[in-house]
């Protein structure tokens, strides 16, 4: 059975990038608008068992816990905003390789907060950098476009891990369905504002453009990562994010097929380092916290 739902996990996740680059291309649905709406009913359905189990617990939100709740939603609309972007301009394995280097950015942050890092997860980290030299340098003789989409998914990724790292202070105390509401209802409401200020419309779509809004939201953040959250009981943290970097080639698969996307062979090399990498980065990381560990595991953004 957890075969089955991992593989049902990955399948979502990998969905995402190919699922919102061909609503992209084929409706009037716009990045602003795809990044609002998953988050606005992600919010909706997280509240649901929340308000009707322990209708108080919005009302036990602390000082803290918003605080560092608003960081994570801020990261996390950033985020989307920079991601969803890349996807119109540069190719979905790029971009999503190339956002997966999440777990890469943690490591690097936790460096900068002083954390002292065993030598194999400094050799991930520079696998994975080669990976994204490869990547980013074809790109740069293909077309400025591709490479600016490349940097977004880059930056998309560090927003992701910041995302994470504050997401886990905040579900230190917080239960699950409690943050990840008020998170993803804030990231709601700054992507709509974003929205407004880039004049991007929220609404208004073709049967399309709404069709491909909650296959979106259905395969990537209720499928995807309730099947990760699931296994999560029953597996290892460090088992879980292994799988997890299986979006990397199963996005590039789904492109291939259904979106025609063929690239040049050295990106394909770069998305390999880079999967190579992170899997170094992630196996190398043997944390003292297992909880700490699985709080974090728990997050995800794509």
């Given amino acids: 059975m957890n075969l089955l739902i991992a593989a049902l996990g990955v399948l979502g996740v990998a ?37 009707i189990r322990e209708p108080k617990a919005f009302g036990r939100i602390t000082r803290r816990e918003f605080g560092w709740s ?7 609309a950033f985020h989307f905003a920079c991601f969803i972007t ?10 999503t390789a190339l956002v997966c280097l999440q777990s890469a950015w943690i490591a690097v942050f936790q ?19 080669v990976g994204v030299v490869a990547i980013t340098g074809f790109d740069m003789g293909s077309s400025p476009e591709a490479l600016l989409g ?8 560090a927003l ?27 990231c709601a409401a700054l992507v709509a504002l974003m929205a407004l200020l880039a004049g991007q419309p929220l609404s208004g779509f073709d049967a399309g453009g709404w069709l491909g809004i909650i296959a979106i939201t259905v395969c990537a953040q209720l499928i995807g990562h309730t099947a990760f959250n699931h296994l999560l009981a029953t597996m290892s943290p460090l088992l879980v994010s292994m799988i997890i970097l299986l979006e990397i080639p199963g996005a590039a698969i789904l492109a291939a097929i259904f979106l025609n996307e063929t690239l040049p062979g050295g990106i394909y090399a ?19 916290r297992p909880e700490a560990d699985r709080r974090e595991a728990e997050l995800g953004t794509d």
């Fill in 270 to 288: 770069g998305l390999g380092l880079i999967l190579a990498g992170l899997a170094v980065v992630v196996t190398g990381q043997r944390r003292k």
């Fill in 86 to 95: 890349a996807l119109q301009l540069t190719s979905v394995a790029a971009a």
């Fill in 15 to 51: 969905a995402s990038g190919p699922l919102m680059a061909g609503t992209l291309g084929a409706t009037s649905v716009t990045a602003l608008a795809i990044a609002f709406w998953r988050n606005a009913i992600g919010a909706v359905v997280m509240a649901a068992p929340v308000a």
């Fill in 160 to 186: 992701a891990g910041l995302y994470t790292l504050a997401g886990g202070k905040a579900r230190q105390s917080m239960a699950t369905g409690t943050y990840t509401t008020l998170c993803y209802g804030m």
């Fill in 70 to 76: 608003t960081v994570a939603a801020v990261a996390l």
């Fill in 111 to 129: 460096m900068f907060r002083g954390t002292r890092h065993r030598w194999p997860v400094l050799i991930g980290l520079g696998i994975a950098f």
């Fill in 150 to 157: 490349d940097l977004l998914a880059v930056a998309g990724g």
